[in-house]
Structure formats: structure tokens, C-alpha cells
């Protein structure tokens, strides 16, 4: 089956698309990526969706019209990655949308609410298209996040020691392979996202992050703001958690330096650099971590990776293209794959990763010009997932 999968990300620049063709025999997941691309969001509907973020007052009628807008650029990226990288030919989109809200009470998910109305997607593609994953599984008692996390375990399932997929988005994420245990996949806190908050701040909107992690690397670590930082309660808490830019936005951070005055910008984006590789390493050091695959947008922050080759010595750090899955391409990858076990009739959640009561088959699905046919469901869950690479 040939699969789209659509991702857009808590830092909110436009929407990945990836297309694989999967093949299920016995419990092996077999993955042939066809490519990605990348679609911007036009700059109007970037601004509509920064002013509906968490902490600022909405309305139903900015919600109604960011459900359509996030909709048809999604619709846009889908039709694009149907004619440039599967020559017109798929049998299925998959879409995350845009999480606009991520509702945490008491380390407790009630609720959480992803934009981009999937009827214009399978109206531009004609396709199928499954949306909509993280509900079921907040419905079921979990977190809704991180859904990578059997993406993650299929994929490095086998490698020695203990293996740890690392995400680096607006939050980031890792999902923990121990031999012998189930999976474990929680938020650690923020990864660009308060950094992206202080370059929009700091520039007054002028840059959107700190391009290769220049500025902080100009920068010094304050410990007073360090220390401020780490005081935040969720790192203490235990997995599984999620979090979101309901907790890690600007006000958040401009009233952690009106605690700790820090007057060069340099120094705050090194700061909050450090914390993202410090709350990282120490995931990784309670789960006794002895390889790394990394991926997504601070993957290429060079700062960052070097501050976690600093907090992690001994530790194996590789980018996920080394494990043949293309770092900017993985998210989107993943929930293709997500979507494929859905049509499947097949769970796409780890209780483990989750704290949901139990897994679940994620996702509602919206027909696409022909009259809906699903698969046969299939009869083994996926146990490891082989990447094709062969053209």
C-alpha cells in the first residue's frame, strides 16, 4: 500500500509530507520511502495560527477559520506529494494536522485538539485520508503523545544495548528500547520551542529561530536562568507525560527572566539551549540510554547537538538517516505508518508510551472519491520494521 503521511509541528513553519509503500508479511513491517517535501504555510495563516496559540484568548470563529486554512495547505501539500513523489498514484493520506491545544490538568490529558479539516484533503487528492490519531488514545486514558513511539520501537527493536529515538521539534520527545522491557516514550520538555519564542522576541519577529544555533553559540550559559528554568515541575514528573506550548511559550520564559534579569539575548539562547540538552541527557541517564538516533528541525542546530555530545559522553549519538530514515522525513513517515495499520485494523499506540488502559486502533477516516473499500484486516500486528532502501 502506497501511503502520505502529513505532518505539521509544534513549531508551526508548514507541513512535511512523506510518502513510503509498506508491505506487512507475517509480523514484519517492510517500508519503501518514496521521498519528502516540504510546504510552507502562507505567512497569513502563520500569523493566524500564532495569535490562536496558547496563552492568547481565541474565538470559534478563528478556530473555524484556521480548521480551513490548515485544511486546504494540507490539501496542498498532499496534492503535490500524490504527483511529485508517488507519479499520481497512492491509496492513502495520512494527516497529524496542527496541534493547536494540548489540554493538561494534573499531569492528566482531558483533551487534545489538532486543526486541518481532512475533507479538503481528500477532496484535492481523491484519496482516503485517516486524521484525527491522538483523541482515541487520550479517550482510552493516555497521553495522545508521543505517537512515534511504535514507529520508534519497530525501528530500532534488535540494536544492541539500549537504544533511544530522539525527536527535536517545538517539544521534544523520546521514545526508550531497553531489551527485555516494554518501550517507554515521553515529552522531556521543550526543544525549540522557547528558543524560537526568544529569536521572535528578541528580533521583534524579524528571525524565526536561531539559524545553526549561532546565537547561542555566541552566547554563555547563565546558571542563575538555568537554574530558574529547571525548576519548572514537569521535569520531575514521571513518564508517561506530554506537554505543549500551553506550558513552554514566551510569557512563560519573559517571566522566568524577570525572575533572573538577563540582559544579552546571546546568552539567554545559549541558556536555553543547555536546558534543552541538559532535560534531554537526564531522560537518558535514568533509562541507562546507550544509543541516540536523533531527528527533526534541531538536528540540524549545531549548538544543540553539540551540548548533548557534552551531557552524553559514552553515549552513541546518530542521526536517524543512518538507520535509513530521513531525518526531516520521520514524523510524517511516522503517522504514514500509523495510518497503515488503521485501515489494517491494527493499534497504533503503546500503552507503555502512552498510559492509555490499553492500545488502540487510532484515527476517523474521511472517504475519498471512490466509495470507501478498506483491506482485509490483518491478522499479526507488525513485531520490527525493515527499511527498503533500494530503488
Known amino acids: 500500500m502506497r501511503v502520505i503521511?502529513?505532518?505539521?509541528?509544534?513549531?508551526?513553519?508548514?507541513?512535511?509530507?512523506?510518502?513510503?509503500?509498506?508491505?506487512l508479511t507475517g509480523d514484519t513491517l517492510r517500508m519503501r520511502p518514496l521521498g519528502r517535501l516540504s510546504h510552507p504555510y502562507p505567512d497569513e495563516l502563520r500569523a493566524r495560527i500564532a495569535a490562536a496559540l496558547p496563552p492568547a484568548p481565541t474565538t470559534t470563529e478563528a478556530?473555524?477559520?484556521?480548521?480551513t486554512g490548515i485544511g486546504q495547505a494540507f490539501a496542498e501539500a498532499g496534492t503535490r506529494a500524490l504527483a511529485e513523489l508517488c507519479d499520481g498514484r497512492a491509496d492513502l493520506v495520512v494527516s497529524h494536522g496542527q496541534t493547536m491545544h494540548h489540554w493538561v490538568e494534573g499531569g492528566v490529558v482531558r483533551g487534545t485538539l489538532q486543526l486541518g479539516q481532512p475533507a479538503w484533503i481528500a477532496e484535492a487528492t481523491g484519496l482516503p485520508v485517516v486524521a484525527d490519531l491522538r483523541s482515541r488514545d487520550v479517550?482510552?486514558?493516555?497521553q495522545g503523545a508521543p505517537l512515534v513511539a511504535l514507529f520508534d520501537t519497530l525501528l530500532l527493536r534488535g540494536l544492541p544495548g539500549v537504544p533511544a529515538a530522539l525527536n527535536l521539534g517545538g517539544i521534544a520527545n523520546i521514545t526508550v528500547v531497553a531489551p527485555d522491557a516494554d518501550p517507554l516514550a515521553f515529552d522531556t520538555g521543550p526543544a525549540n520551542a522557547l528558543l524560537d519564542a526568544a529569536v521572535r522576541h528578541f528580533t521583534g519577529g524579524a528571525e524565526e529561530y536561531d539559524r545553526d544555533g549561532r546565537g547561542a553559540a555566541a552566547g554563555q550559559v547563565s546558571p542563575a536562568l538555568l537554574r530558574r528554568l529547571l525548576d519548572e515541575p514537569y521535569y520531575r514528573l514521571t513518564g508517561p507525560k506530554s506537554t505543549g506550548k500551553e506550558l513552554f511559550h514566551l510569557p512563560y520564559l519573559l517571566a522566568a527572566l524577570a525572575d533572573v534579569p538577563t540582559p544579552d539575548p546571546r546568552d539567554v539562547l545559549a541558556t536555553l539551549t543547555r536546558l534543552t540538552a541538559l532535560t534531554v541527557a537526564d531522560a537518558c541517564r535514568a533509562h541507562g540510554v546507550t544509543r541516540l538516533v536523533v531527528s527533526g528541525g534541531g538536528a540540524h542546530n549545531p549548538t544543540l547537538m553539540g551540548m548533548?555530545?557534552?551531557?552524553?559522553?559514552?553515549?552513541?549519538?546518530t542521526s536517524s538517516d543512518e538507520v535509513g530514515v530521513a531525518s526531516d522525513a520521520k514524523e510524517a513517515l511516522a503517522f504514514a505508518l500509523l495510518g497503515y495499520l488503521t485501515v489494517h485494523g491494527l493499534p497504533?499506540?503503546?500503552?507503555?508510551?502512552?498510559?492509555?488502559?490499553?492500545a488502540s486502533v487510532l484515527g476517523s477516516i474521511t472517504p475519498g472519491r471512490e466509495p470507501l473499500r478498506l483491506p482485509a484486516p490483518a491478522g499479526t500486528a507488525p513485531n520490527r520494521l525493515l527499511i527498503d532502501t533500494a530503488d
Open 5 to 23: 503521511g502529513l505532518m505539521s509541528g509544534t513549531s508551526y513553519d508548514g507541513i512535511e509530507a512523506a510518502a513510503a509503500e509498506f508491505t
Open 63 to 67: 478556530i473555524c477559520v484556521l480548521d
Open 139 to 142: 479517550a482510552a486514558g493516555g
Open 308 to 317: 548533548l555530545v557534552d551531557e552524553l559522553p559514552g553515549v552513541d549519538l
Open 348 to 358: 497504533g499506540t503503546l500503552p507503555s508510551g502512552t498510559g492509555a488502559r490499553h
